[in-house]
């Protein structure tokens, strides 16, 4: 019987498929994309099989039990700390991971460095570059000093190359001339590698598909073959993707929804800090971050961010108070700085946030005039977040009002003091989690003094505070207020 034909429409911009005709692209919000592809072929033959999953008639869906025996899935530890704790404790074979970010930024640098670090552990490792030659290449890790271990080096192979069909056709071969035939004596035959970096996805290209490197269709196209053969040969996969203007990934989100996991590198490159923060994990928590510093000789690690985020401190000035933030497991010391400037002109005051959320800010604003009589409406507001660290919890509420009071009365903050706790629409300040790991940060840094929620001495509340620290409970803001 002839398969009935199917009817898809695709936008042209960003490749996304919908089974109704629109006038505006779904995906990507693009007017008059879409366009009609009649196909004969049935969906089921295209449809790929992933390894591991239950098969086995043809044409028969297999189910199983939900309380099957199952392994958490094998890492390979990528021999750095910080890059593990975003993973989730290292790469999963058979897996994608994507790491976008800013050109510059360091992407190139970091895999680089964990390339090594993953040959050095006595893993094959294969790292594409489509961007630099060989020489520039050799050039960075001579720089980084990634050059002494001769016998780490035999691990890791380098290829400067933006053919994809090659990198398949190479690795597929390994794999059949390791299960056909034996090597000559003392040739050692090329592994399949444990981890595949490809630098970067935009400049690889994929002959057949109709279109430059970097372009949509190409970048979709390209990953979706690498990770195909990841799969399959079951190496773990790793893509760089520069990050567009926009913000977006070249291939507008395209690769997001390919990928396992989507590691952002970010920072200010005026800085020294650099951030890796998971913005989707099949494998493990989306809210842990890997702190990096990038130095003369490359990045370096660093497992205590809250001493460099605080470095530049400058005690006794007005409007900036030390905020005790966590990082999903990880507490973090951070530093929020508040500039208020006599409002411009007739129309609304200026809200300028870096690093938090406008509409908190003029949350605690509103508290801080209606229920404490501290009038900022007639003021513009600048609000910075030091070490371009970009702060979600509500708990940032009471040292946010503790550098606007700072501001407003000209009184700084004590030198040695942190705060945490959110804010309520009366002005009650209330307890939030882990009080306990945040005093212990406070305290581990020298700090002497905390203002917090009341909870301690609430029955539920059982942190301790360490025995350096003075703990001040502030039930409302205007106790807080009281105190400058
Ligand atoms: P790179 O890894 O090439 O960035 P990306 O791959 O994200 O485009 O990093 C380039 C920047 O990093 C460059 O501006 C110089 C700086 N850098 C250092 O400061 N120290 C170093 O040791 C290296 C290798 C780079
Ligand atoms: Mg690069």
């Known amino acids: 019987m002839a398969k009935k034909p199917t009817t898809r429409f695709i936008c042209s911009n960003c490749q996304a498929i919908s089974l109704k005709w629109a006038g505006r692209c779904e995906t990507c919000g693009d007017w008059n994309t879409l366009t009609e592809h009649v196909s004969q072929a049935s969906p089921r033959k295209t449809a790929s099989v992933l390894p591991g999953s239950a098969h086995s008639h043809k044409g028969r869906l297999a189910t199983t039990r939900l309380d099957g025996a199952t392994k958490p899935p094998p890492r390979v530890n990528t021999g750095l700390d910080e890059l593990n704790r975003v993973l989730g404790s290292g790469l999963v074979p058979g897996s994608a991971v994507l790491v ?32 630099e030659a060989i020489d520039q290449i ?168 809250s001493a460099l985020f605080l470095a530049e401190r400058r005690g006794n000035v007005a409007g900036s108070a030390v905020f005790a933030g966590l990082e999903g497991t990880r507490p973090v010391l951070l530093e929020i700085q508040v500039l208020l400037a006599p409002k411009a002109g007739d129309g609304s005051a200026r809200r300028s946030v870096l690093g938090w959320e406008g509409s908190r800010l003029n949350m605690v604003l509103a508290v801080l005039e209606s229920r404490c009589g501290l009038k900022l409406s007639n003021m513009d507001v600048y609000l910075n977040v030091t070490g371009g660290l970009r702060i979600s919890e509500t708990a940032a509420d009471l040292a946010v009002a503790a550098a606007l009071i700072s501001a407003a009365t000209g009184r700084p903050t004590a030198p040695s003091e942190a705060y945490f706790g959110e804010i309520g629409l009366s002005g009650e300040i209330r307890p939030v989690p ?29 942190a301790k505070p360490p025995a350096t620290l003075t703990v001040e409970d502030i039930g409302h803001l205007s106790d807080l207020v009281a105190r400058f």
């Open 100 to 131: 976008g970010g800013d050109p510059g930024i360091g992407k190139s640098t970091l895999m680089l460095q964990t390339t090594c670090a993953l040959a050095q552990a006595g893993h094959d490792v294969l790292y594409v570059s489509g961007e």
């Open 138 to 305: 050799r050039l960075r890790a001579q720089r980084l000093d990634l050059t002494k271990n001769k016998k780490a080096l035999d691990k890791l192979e380098l290829a400067a190359s933006i053919n994809v069909a090659d990198i398949v056709a190479t690795l597929e071969e390994r794999v059949q001339s390791a299960a056909v035939a034996s090597q000559p004596e003392g040739v050692e035959a090329p592994a399949v590698p444990a981890v595949v970096v490809i630098d970067s996805i935009q400049t690889m290209w994929l002959d057949g598909v109709d279109s430059a490197p970097g372009s949509v269709s190409q970048v979709r196209a390209c990953a979706f073959e690498l990770i195909r053969l990841a799969k399959t040969l079951g190496f773990a996969l790793v893509l760089i993707g520069h990050v567009t203007k926009e913000g977006a990934l070249a291939g507008p989100r395209v690769l997001e929804h390919m990928v396992d996991a989507v590691l952002y590198f970010e920072g200010d490159r005026g800085h020294q800090f650099r951030i890796l923060r998971a913005a989707k994990n099949r494998f493990g928590a989306t809210d842990e971050i890997g702190v990096f510093a990038m130095t003369d000789t490359g990045l370096e690690e660093v497992p205590n961010p």
């Open 434 to 462: 882990q009080t306990g790991l945040r005093l212990k940060e406070i305290a581990k840094l020298g700090f002497s003094r905390a203002r917090l929620p009341r909870q301690l001495n609430s029955a539920s509340g059982k």
